[in-house]
């Protein structure tokens, strides 16, 4: 019996396509935040805030990261003055994070390019399709809940 025939090859791997989409998905989006001095995380924690999830506990969360990752993210974004921190009145140890008027007016730009990359790869899929090919990911990844509505703001 010969191994080499036997062997799968990098192409027979679901796990290598997975990739590669996205990297592409990842990396198409990216370039195009960069002309906005953004990067797909930073989008994230923009994005998260701006529908309401306005701690750094919540925006981890909603992104399944680390919370000292989001404040990180904060960090740079507080820099690039689109996002602050302020203290929340009903409790001294929450800091809430708001956007700033510059990030409030970003965001819905930047949602565009989301919607545009997201079309570029996955316009050729009918609405149920889609929703079929989320189903499937979210289950491979063993996220078994209900999915969360839609973030519509």
Known sequence: MDPVSNTSGLHDHLGYWLRRLSDEVHSRFETELARHDVTVSQWGVMVSVFHGHDTTKAVAAHMDIDPGAVSRLVDRLTAKRLIRREPDPASRRTVRLVLTDQGQALVPVLAEL????????????????????????????????????????
């Not at 545009?116 to 996955?122: A, E, G, I, K, Q």
């Not at 609405?127 to 703001?153: A, C, K, M, Y």
């Open 114 to 153: 989301a919607d545009r990359n997201d079309h570029h790869y996955f316009g050729s899929l009918d609405s149920g399709q889609r929703r079929q090919l989320e189903q499937w990911i979210r289950r491979l990844v063993g996220e078994t809940h209900t999915p969360p509505p839609p973030d519509n703001p």
